[in-house]
């Protein structure tokens, strides 16, 4: 082979490496994406737990009260869970959004914290 020809096979050789090396990338990532957006679905105890639980560890009474037969409605309960009382601090959308809210409504109904 001539020197020319050479050089030419290993340009090509190259831009071919590139191309599997950003394709082997894309094929490494993609499902990396794909499973970030395939993660299960929180409980609705699992919510109150992340958001509730520090205070009302399994609804129960610790540095806030027991929970447990509380019978609010849902527009009270919510009321409390935004606005805080005297004794608890308000817990924000950007801390518990309305749709992890509505979500963990089941968990609260179970408690017969609201009806």
């Known amino acids: 082979m001539a020197k020319s020809a050479k050089r030419e096979w290993a340009a090509c050789f190259g831009v071919l490496a590139l191309l599997v090396g950003v394709g082997t990338v894309t094929t ?19 919510i109150f737990n992340r958001a509730c639980g520090r205070c009302h560890p399994g609804g129960g009474e610790d540095i806030g009260p027991d929970i447990h037969n509380a019978n609010k409605t849902v527009e009270q309960m919510t009321t409390i869970i935004r606005n805080g009382t005297k004794r608890m601090r308000p817990i924000t959308p950007a801390r518990l959004s309305d749709p992890d809210l509505e979500a963990m409504l089941p968990y609260l109904r179970s408690l017969h914290a609201v009806h």
């Open 28 to 46: 490494f990532a993609a499902p990396r994406r794909a499973q970030a957006q395939q993660q299960p679905a929180r409980t609705p105890e699992q």
